[in-house]
Every structure is written in structure tokens, then in C-alpha cells.
């Protein structure tokens, strides 16, 4: 091999720590060039849904499931801290881990039954989940706070650095957000994640491939409702005040849709979906009005024209081209 | 090995199978014959838990299989191949016989995440297994290919990796060359002989008569759920029993 061919070759062999490193300087170094509070606070929010998009491109990408329920996960993590909190004066880390806890119990005890159900009729059942507990927010208002929402959460802080400005924010919340980047990459390329693979691929087949489908499915599913919680402490803590309307079902189907436009089966790809759908509204006023016909607009032409999802299927367009043209180049 | 007594199925009334007895001996390729509708897949599906028998007993190296599920039985070093090709075409063709390692892979949702170094080692360990798998089968130079691009008889040989790669005590072929042309059957013959010289013990479901003649060490016949012949090939082949089952009785053909 010439030096050259080396270092393409080690490229291609580190690819993902090296993507992983080129991200995380420019996350370092990004604060730098753009002061601007109100830009910093959108990569926040970007990152906070990042969050919750990678544990369910687990569940939906990897494991072949459907959940129209995560926003009521990802608002548990963000009532269950400031109750915990305000309420009952815990200080907030504590309260994140607690409340991660409860929510992975919960999801555990509800996983167990409502995945026994596949396809359009799980899709109801997590979507009848998330519509109870946005009703649950806005009647139970001596806890919640009812439909004006709850406010005065603190903010996290490390000793005495408070993370109460988009700056520091940017640092703690992508902090986050590589982190569960990072695990989640171990873990589709492991063999639980191959397991995961083949049961979206095909249950009976993975099922004889010696992959216990039914706890599979729950552990993922735990997973990415622990997930959805500590972004939704997250969430709390960096905007010191939450409402219903955060947790409805129309951010539920905004997370499934962040989650097709990655793409199935690609963690990289939900980056870009959770990106693009958050910053949609921002780049042309009238994606702000009409947001859910423009969002359900996107789901539609994904699926028709890519079933797999945006990146990962245009991904996979370049995978089958290069193996042809390669297959033509050989010397056979 | 394995060991089939009185198994019978129902499906809504209609008897599948019905007091379907026989052995599968350690080391020996035995072959399952029968017109279709016999109940050869639906025997395969009750061996390997994707179906659960209405009464009888398989015993598996001492142990019942009736009860356990498919991944129960799989972990007992049971893997098979199925006749409506299941890959998975997503994902490369390496990735594919890396899924027939999964339960070596370790199963700890956390610890996969961790990515720690003993993980890492059995990771490589692994895959150095798979790419010997995929060698054995001609696949090596299309390791890196989306498995749903390969052609039909590529898909058939890929299973057939997926399903060795783990070393099985019993390896379960459902119809490995229906479809395939005799360039490609005789291919899939000569991977059949590789296996069994390497010590597989093999239940071959197959239509393929050449095939499972010119292999089998015991041929067992199956017609209408029923058991109506075993043996080596060569008794099975003069038994008129199975010349009925298959050619029809002097009276209805004539």
C-alpha cells in the first residue's frame, strides 16, 4: 500500500471515532464564532431532542417498533424534575437520576404488555399513552400546574458554575448529547445491536437466530424512554419553565417524523433529522403556521419515495452503487 | 441427537401432522422428502419453536424441545435456514452472518454500550469467524454488500452461512436449492458434502430426488402428515409406498 492508500485506509477503519472527534471540536470551538444567544439556543434545543430522537431511532430504526408516545417520557423527565425539585426540594441532579429511574420502572411495567401488540395497533396504544398524559398535565393542576404550566425550576449546576446562560448551556446540553451519541454508536454495532437488526429485519428470523424478541423489545424500550427522560430534565432545567403543550402528541409525531427523516437503522442520520425539523420553522415563517400539515407533508413523500427514511436511504442508494461499480471494475 | 415421537399438529381441525416419529443420528446428513403439502415445513417449525405441537415429544440431545421458544432452542445449538429466504437486506452480507452470532455477542444491553475491551476482543474474534463462514461459502468478496442486492442463489448460500457460522449441534435445511439451476444446486451439493465431512449433523428438507439420493445417509418420507417410510436411500427408493406417494397408485394414473 502507498501512504496514501494507508491513510484512506485508516480512515475508513476509525471512520466513526474520527467523526465523533471532528464533531466534538466543532461543538468545542462553536461558541466561539456565534455569540448569538438566540442561534445558541436553538443548537440547544437541537441537542435536548437529540436526545430523545437517538433512543427512539433505536426502537423505531433498530428494533423495528413504533411509538407515538415519547413526548409523555420525555415530559415525566421534565415534571418529574421540577416537581422533585420545587416541589420537594431535591437538588436537581438527584432529581434528574430519580426521575430517570421511576420513568425506566414505568416503562418497563407498561413495555411488558403494550409490546405485545405490533404495527398500527402499538401506534394507537402509545398515542392513547402520550394523550393521557398531556390530560393528566393539564387537570391535575395543583401538581402540574395545570395548562399555564410550572415555573421557577432551578437551573443544574457543577459546585459553584450555574449552567444559567446559552454558553455554558451549549457546553452541558451537547456534553449530553455526544455522550448518548457515543453509546448508542457501541451499541448498534455490538451484538445486541446486530440482534436489534435482524429483529426489524425479521422477528422469525431473529427469533431462531437465538434473539429473545419479546425482552429485546423491552429493554429497548426502557432505553429510550430513560433517555427521553433525562432530556426532558433536562429540558426543564434549561428553561427554568415547562407547559403541557411541550408534551402533546403532535411533538410525539414530530419525534417519530425526526426519526424517519434520518432514517431507519442510521444514528447518524437522526442528527440530521432532528436538525432539520427544528430548524424548519426558523428558515420560512409560513413552515411556523402551518407546521403540523408542513411536517405530516415531509412524513408522507418520505415514506412513498423512501421507505427507509431520508439519510439512511440515500445512504444505502451510494452503498449499492459503489458495490456494482466495483463489482464491474474487478478482474474476474 | 434428535428424537421425534408420536408429534402430531393441528391447524383448525386439519391434521398436519400426525404420529410423525424418527431419529436423527449424531454426524449423519438425514434427509425429509415428501409432495408438497406433506408437512415438512410445518415439522421444521415445530422442531425449532416457531410452532408448538399439539402432543408427541422432541427430545434433543436428552431434552424436550416441546414448550421452549425459538431462541430457547436456538441456544441449544439448533440453527436452520428457511425456505422463503429470510436475510436481512440491509444489512451487508457480513453483518447478516454476524447475526447468527448474536448470542455469542453478549447480550447486556449496557455493557454493549460501554464498548469495553473484553467486548471489543470477542467483537473481532467474531467477525474473524463470520469472514471464515462467508469463505466457506464463496461470499468473502461481497462481505461489504447490502445483502439485498445479492442474486438468488447468493441469498440461498448466505443463509446457509448465517446458519453454519455458529457451529450448531443440528443444522436444519429447509429446500436449500429450490430455485436454483443444477450449476448452482450442484455448488450447494458439494457445501452439503464439505459440511457433513466436517462433522455437521444435518436434517435436509428438500424436493431436489438427485439431491438428497446422491447425499442422504438416511431419507425419511413424509405424506399427508404421516411417516410412511424411512430408511437408506436406496430401500426408500423401492419402497411402493413412497412410489405411490409420489407417482400416484396404477389405478389413478391410468
Given amino acids: 500500500m502507498t501512504s496514501k492508500e494507508k491513510l484512506f485506509y485508516f480512515i475508513y477503519l476509525h471512520r466513526t471515532g474520527l467523526t465523533v472527534a471532528v464533531l466534538s471540536t466543532v461543538l468545542l470551538v462553536y461558541p466561539l464564532f456565534q455569540d448569538n444567544p438566540y442561534t445558541l439556543g436553538l443548537s440547544n434545543l437541537i441537542a435536548i431532542n437529540t436526545i430523545v430522537v437517538l433512543g427512539l431511532a433505536l426502537f423505531v430504526g433498530y428494533a423495528g417498533q413504533i411509538s407515538l408516545g415519547h413526548a409523555a417520557f420525555f415530559g415525566m423527565g421534565a415534571y418529574g424534575s421540577a416537581i422533585a425539585t420545587v416541589t420537594f426540594g431535591l437538588s436537581p441532579w438527584p432529581a434528574l437520576a430519580l426521575t430517570a429511574l421511576l420513568v425506566a420502572l414505568f416503562a418497563?411495567?407498561?413495555?411488558?404488555?403494550?409490546?405485545?401488540?405490533?404495527?398500527?395497533?402499538?401506534?394507537?396504544?402509545?398515542?392513547?399513552?402520550?394523550?393521557?398524559?398531556?390530560?393528566?398535565?393539564?387537570?391535575?393542576?395543583?401538581?402540574?400546574?395545570?395548562?399555564?404550566?410550572?415555573a421557577g425550576i432551578p437551573s443544574l449546576a457543577i459546585g459553584?458554575?450555574?449552567?444559567?446562560?446559552?454558553?455554558?448551556?451549549?457546553?452541558?446540553?451537547?456534553?449530553?448529547?455526544?455522550?448518548?451519541?457515543?453509546?448508542?454508536?457501541?451499541?448498534?454495532?455490538?451484538?445486541?445491536?446486530?440482534?436489534?437488526?435482524?429483529?426489524?429485519?425479521?422477528?422469525?428470523?431473529?427469533?431462531?437466530?437465538?434473539?429473545?424478541?419479546?425482552?429485546?423489545?423491552?429493554?429497548v424500550f426502557v432505553l429510550s424512554a430513560t433517555m427521553a427522560s433525562i432530556a426532558g430534565s433536562l429540558f426543564a432545567h434549561t428553561y427554568n419553565f415547562i407547559s403541557?403543550?411541550?408534551?402533546?402528541?403532535?411533538?410525539?409525531?414530530?419525534?417519530?417524523?425526526?426519526?424517519?427523516?434520518?432514517?431507519?437503522?442510521?444514528?447518524?442520520?437522526?442528527?440530521?433529522?432532528?436538525?432539520?425539523?427544528?430548524?424548519?420553522p426558523e428558515w420560512v415563517d409560513l413552515f411556523e403556521t402551518y407546521k403540523d400539515f408542513v411536517h405530516g407533508g415531509i412524513l408522507v413523500l418520505v415514506l412513498i419515495f423512501l421507505p427507509q427514511g431520508l439519510v439512511a436511504g440515500l445512504v444505502d442508494m451510494v452503498r449499492i452503487k459503489l458495490a456494482l461499480h466495483r463489482q464491474k471494475n474487478a478482474p474476474s | 441427537m434428535l428424537h421425534l415421537e408420536h408429534v402430531a399438529k393441528n391447524f383448525g381441525g386439519l391434521p398436519a401432522l400426525c404420529e410423525v416419529?424418527?431419529?436423527?443420528?449424531?454426524g449423519q446428513l438425514t434427509a425429509l422428502i415428501g409432495p408438497n403439502g406433506a408437512g415438512k415445513t410445518t415439522l421444521i417449525n415445530c422442531i425449532t419453536g416457531i410452532?408448538?405441537?399439539?402432543?408427541?415429544?422432541?427430545?434433543?440431545?436428552?431434552?424436550?424441545?416441546?414448550?421452549?421458544?425459538?431462541?430457547?432452542?436456538s441456544h441449544l445449538g439448533i440453527a436452520r435456514t428457511f425456505q422463503n429466504l429470510k436475510i436481512f437486506p440491509r444489512l451487508t452480507v457480513l453483518d447478516n452472518v454476524l447475526a447468527g452470532l448474536t448470542v455469542q455477542g453478549g447480550n447486556s444491553l449496557l455493557m454493549a454500550m460501554l464498548r469495553l475491551p473484553y467486548l471489543r476482543h470477542r467483537e473481532r474474534r467474531l467477525k474473524l469467524q463470520a469472514?471464515?463462514?462467508?469463505?466457506?461459502?464463496?461470499?468473502?468478496?461481497?462481505?461489504?454488500?447490502?445483502?439485498g442486492i445479492l442474486s438468488y442463489g447468493d441469498r440461498k448460500r448466505l443463509e446457509m452461512?448465517?446458519?453454519?457460522?455458529?457451529?450448531?449441534?443440528?443444522?436444519?435445511?429447509?429446500?436449500?436449492?429450490?430455485?436454483?439451476?443444477?450449476?448452482?444446486?450442484?455448488?450447494?451439493?458439494?457445501?452439503?458434502?464439505?459440511?457433513?465431512?466436517?462433522?455437521?449433523?444435518m436434517l435436509l428438507v428438500e424436493h431436489d430426488m438427485d439431491l438428497v439420493m446422491s447425499i442422504a445417509d438416511e431419507v425419511i418420507v413424509l405424506?399427508?402428515?404421516?411417516?410412511?417410510?424411512?430408511?437408506?436411500?436406496?430401500?426408500?427408493?423401492?419402497?411402493?409406498?413412497?412410489?405411490?406417494?409420489?407417482?400416484?397408485?396404477?389405478?389413478?394414473t391410468a
Avoid at chain 1, 455554558?168 to 448508542?184: D, N, P, V
Avoid at chain 2, 461459502?137 to 454488500?145: G, M, R
Fill in chain 1, 244 to 280: 403541557p403543550d411541550s408534551f402533546d402528541i403532535f411533538v410525539a409525531t414530530d419525534f417519530v417524523i425526526m426519526v424517519v427523516i434520518g432514517g431507519m437503522g442510521s444514528i447518524w442520520g437522526t442528527l440530521v433529522g432532528t436538525g432539520l425539523i427544528t430548524m424548519l
Fill in chain 2, 131 to 147: 469472514l471464515d463462514s462467508l469463505d466457506r461459502f464463496q461470499l468473502s468478496a461481497k462481505a461489504d454488500w447490502p445483502a
Fill in chain 2, 21 to 26: 416419529g424418527f431419529e436423527v443420528k449424531a
Fill in chain 2, 51 to 73: 410452532l408448538q405441537p399439539d402432543s408427541g415429544n422432541i427430545r434433543f440431545r436428552g431434552q424436550n424441545l416441546v414448550g421452549l421458544a425459538a431462541h430457547q432452542i
Fill in chain 2, 161 to 201: 452461512a448465517r446458519a453454519a457460522v455458529s457451529e450448531p449441534h443440528l443444522l436444519l435445511l429447509d429446500e436449500p436449492v429450490a430455485g436454483l439451476n443444477s450449476e448452482e444446486t450442484a455448488a450447494i451439493a458439494e457445501q452439503l458434502r464439505i459440511l457433513r465431512s466436517a462433522g455437521h449433523t
Fill in chain 2, 223 to 252: 405424506d399427508s402428515g404421516r411417516c410412511i417410510a424411512s430408511g437408506t436411500p436406496d430401500e426408500v427408493r423401492r419402497n411402493p409406498l413412497v412410489l405411490e406417494a409420489y407417482l400416484g397408485t396404477m389405478e389413478a
Fill in chain 1, 108 to 150: 418497563g411495567l407498561i413495555g411488558v404488555p403494550l409490546l405485545r401488540l405490533a404495527g398500527h395497533y402499538l401506534a394507537m396504544a402509545t398515542l392513547g399513552m402520550n394523550f393521557v398524559f398531556h390530560n393528566i398535565l393539564l387537570q391535575w393542576d395543583q401538581v402540574t400546574g395545570g395548562p399555564s404550566g410550572f
Fill in chain 1, 160 to 219: 459553584p458554575l450555574m449552567f444559567d446562560d446559552e454558553v455554558r448551556l451549549h457546553y452541558l446540553l451537547w456534553g449530553f448529547t455526544l455522550l448518548a451519541l457515543l453509546l448508542c454508536l457501541n451499541l448498534v454495532r455490538s451484538g445486541v445491536g446486530r440482534g436489534l437488526a435482524a429483529l426489524a429485519g425479521d422477528e422469525t428470523a431473529a427469533a431462531a437466530l437465538g434473539v429473545d424478541t419479546a425482552r429485546a423489545k423491552v429493554k
